[in-house]
């Protein structure tokens, strides 16, 4: 009982981390002057670690924002490369 409580929590921090890092690219994007990034975001790091319906606004403001930068930029996809994290 206790591995599998322990278990649990180890998944929920890192959950609640990977967003956080996310976020704090989201906000550096927007710092940026990404203005496709400020008008697609604004899912906080618990909504979307902690909760189905904040983890799927976060997925959809993903699908707009990528939607909103290859319109604004023909098609072009070099914007979205920091979508792509690997930490």
């Known amino acids: 009982m206790f591995e599998r409580l322990r278990?649990?929590?180890a998944d929920t921090v890192t959950e609640i981390a990977?967003?956080?890092g996310?976020?704090?690219?989201?906000k550096a994007t927007i710092a940026g002057g990404d203005q496709e990034a400020a008008?697609?975001?604004?899912?906080g790091t618990v909504a979307a670690a902690l909760t189905t319906r904040g983890r799927d606004a976060r997925g959809e403001?993903?699908?707009?924002?990528?939607?909103?930068v290859?319109?604004?930029d023909d098609g072009?996809?070099?914007?979205?490369?920091?979508?792509?994290?690997r930490r």
């Open 61 to 68: 403001e993903i699908s707009d924002y990528v939607g909103k």
């Open 39 to 43: 008008e697609a975001f604004r899912t």
């Open 22 to 26: 996310f976020t704090r690219d989201i």
């Open 7 to 9: 278990k649990t929590a």
């Open 18 to 20: 990977g967003h956080r």
């Open 70 to 72: 290859l319109a604004a």
């Open 76 to 85: 072009n996809a070099d914007r979205l490369r920091w979508l792509h994290r």
